[in-house]
Each structure stands twice: as C-alpha cells, then as structure tokens.
C-alpha cells in the first residue's frame, strides 16, 4: 500500500539559509499535518491542512510557512534557519471523516542546521 | 486541553518476559488514544489505537492496550518480548470535538525507550 512520502530525506543548510520540505500525503487523504521532533524529544504539532485551508495551528515559528496545494501535497518553508531548527520534521496524514484519527506518518526529513 | 504521561522513561525487559508500557493521559473531550513505536532513525509506525469502541485494543506484532476511563490510563502490554520490540513508543491523545469528529491535532507523550536483552 502506498505511504507518505516526504522529500528530502536528510537535509542540510546554514544558518539565515532557507529550506522547502515537501509532503506527498497516501492517496485521497485530504488532511496532512506537520511535526517536528528535536533530538531526544517528542514530536511537537506544527501545522495541519485539511482541503487546502490552514485548519489548526500549533508551535511553529513565524519564520515557517506551510500550504497545501490542489494535489494535496503539502510544503514547509522555513527561512531564516537558526541552529535550533536542526530535527526531524514528520509529515502525516488522514482522512477527515474516515477512520478518525488515524495518522499515517512519513518516514521524516532531517534537516541539519550549520 | 490533552496531555499525556509516559510515567517510564526507560524499561528493559529480557527476551520472552512480558512488556508493560505505562501512560496516563488527561483531555477534556472524548479522547482518541493511540501507540505508535519508533525504531531508531526511522519514522513512527501506529501500532494500534482506541476510539471508543472495544476498551480491549489489539494491535500489530502481538501488542495490546486497555483503555481504562477511570483511571484515565492506556497501557500498552505484550506477552513475550522479542529482540526487534525495542524501539522507543510513543502514547499518543487526540482529543474529539463534541459530536465525535476528530480535531486531528496530536499530543505525544514524552516516549519510552524499550530495551530487550537476550
């Protein structure tokens, strides 16, 4: 069965730098969410999307953007990369109104901050 | 507002004994209640979940969870360990809006390293 699919896997900028982190969601999910999970941490909610609208909103810094686009495939944009920003960002996603709930999570991109 | 407590942040089992993961969690709607489990450098695979269906949850390579609403706890269980069960496991809340439509956000909780010797 098809998964997630994040793009890049590994990730690597300097600081001030700027980075695009892509999230292909299983087919006909509507819903991707964004997670970031620093090292020895717990994933933190970021941002979540359901049909193209922006529909919750957690811990992420302004310097950070997110969309999700007609194919429902989802971008992260960070600028302005500070050290701190160096994790591992999951990509997740369901089926509003199917199975509740259920997330199903990329494999993750881990960017690295210089 | 949800949270969740893994009240162990590493457990070691040898080989063939029982696993017992231990979370509490707190929301103030329905909750939806999951595990997922983390091999290391890899990504998070659902291992099983509740939504207010059976209070006995059984999920993927033999593990097992019971929700418990008066002790507000989901504790994950397996009878035998094996080697490839380590992995660090992450208690999972997702609270339901009133009504029962899930409100997607998740809360994780601090995770438990799971260490199997031989």
């Known amino acids: 069965a098809a998964g997630v699919i994040q793009s890049p896997r590994h990730l690597i900028k300097e600081k001030r730098e700027t980075a695009t982190l892509k999230c292909y969601p299983i087919?006909?999910?509507?819903?991707v969410y964004w997670y970031q999970q620093g090292p020895g941490q717990d994933p933190q909610f970021l941002i979540s999307f359901y049909e193209k609208m922006q529909s919750d909103k957690g811990s992420i810094p302004d310097r950070f953007s997110a969309q999700q686009f007609s194919d429902y495939h989802s971008e992260l944009n960070m600028s302005s990369l500070e050290l701190g920003d160096s994790a591992l960002y999951f990509c997740a996603s369901s089926l509003e109104g199917g199975v509740p709930d259920t997330q199903y999570f990329g494999p993750g991109t881990r960017l690295t901050v210089l | 507002a949800q949270s969740v407590t893994q009240l162990d942040s590493h457990v070691s089992v040898s080989e063939g004994t029982p696993v017992l993961l231990r979370c509490n969690y707190s929301?103030?709607?329905?909750?939806?209640l999951f595990w997922y489990v983390q091999h290391p450098n890899k990504g998070l695979q659902l291992l099983l979940k509740?939504?207010?269906?059976?209070?006995l949850v059984k999920g993927i390579n033999g593990f097992e969870a019971e929700f418990k609403k008066s002790e507000t706890s989901f504790h994950l269980t397996k009878p035998s360990a094996h080697m490839s069960d380590a992995a660090e496991y992450f208690c999972?809340?997702?609270?339901?809006?009133?009504?029962?439509?899930?409100?997607?956000?998740?809360?994780f909780g601090q995770g438990t390293i799971l260490t199997v010797h031989p």
């Open positions: 999972v809340v997702s609270a339901s809006k009133a009504g029962g439509t899930s409100y997607g956000k998740l809360t």
């Open positions: 509740y939504t207010s269906a059976a209070t």
């Open positions: 929301s103030s709607y329905s909750p939806s």
């Open positions: 087919p006909r999910h509507d819903t």
